[in-house]
């Protein structure tokens, strides 16, 4: 008994952190003025808009995409495949993971001489996102929440995976 007892507040305990990590993570209300606005591969139906808005609201002259070539990036694919407009810039990572995003962010913001970028994902990837670009990169790095549209399932699974 009481092992089961420390199982569940084990549980209740990772859930109470996941929860105030992924589903209510620090960021800032509005950010500012920045170099370059970056969005992140993968959930591109959610963060691709935020970044255009961005853009769009004079937040910054460049619009970075990641392009993955995966099912759930297509939109920003396809922007990265027929764009003409000179202030989209496109980056592929390899492999395919948040870290190697992360330092071709430290290479194109070193290269461009970004000093300050804003960076776009979904909420629940705002913690390790931003953990792995703080430590490739110097740059001053906005975080900004993609809202997902996610099931409380979905949501547990999304603890589970950015708790891994």
Request: glycine letters at 4%.
């Amino acid at each position: 008994m009481v092992t089961v007892a420390a199982a569940v507040s084990m549980l209740l305990v990772w859930l109470l952190v996941a929860v105030n990590l992924f589903y209510y993570p620090q960021t800032a209300r509005e950010p500012g003025r920045a170099d370059a606005v970056v969005v992140l591969a993968g959930a591109a139906s959610e963060r691709l808009p935020v970044g255009r808005e961005l853009m769009r609201s004079g937040s910054a002259p460049v619009l970075v995409l990641s392009t993955t070539d995966t099912p759930g990036n297509t939109s920003m694919d396809i922007v990265c495949k027929y764009t003409q407009d000179p202030s989209i810039r496109c980056f592929t990572p390899s492999p395919l993971t948040t870290r190697a995003e992360a330092r071709s962010i430290a290479r194109l913001a070193a290269d461009n001489g970004w000093d300050n970028i804003i960076v776009v994902t979904s909420r629940y990837h705002l913690v390790r996102a931003e953990a792995n670009i703080e430590q490739c990169s110097n740059a001053h790095v906005q975080m900004v929440a993609a809202e997902p549209d996610l099931s409380p399932r979905q949501w547990l699974g999304r603890f589970v995976e950015e708790t891994g």
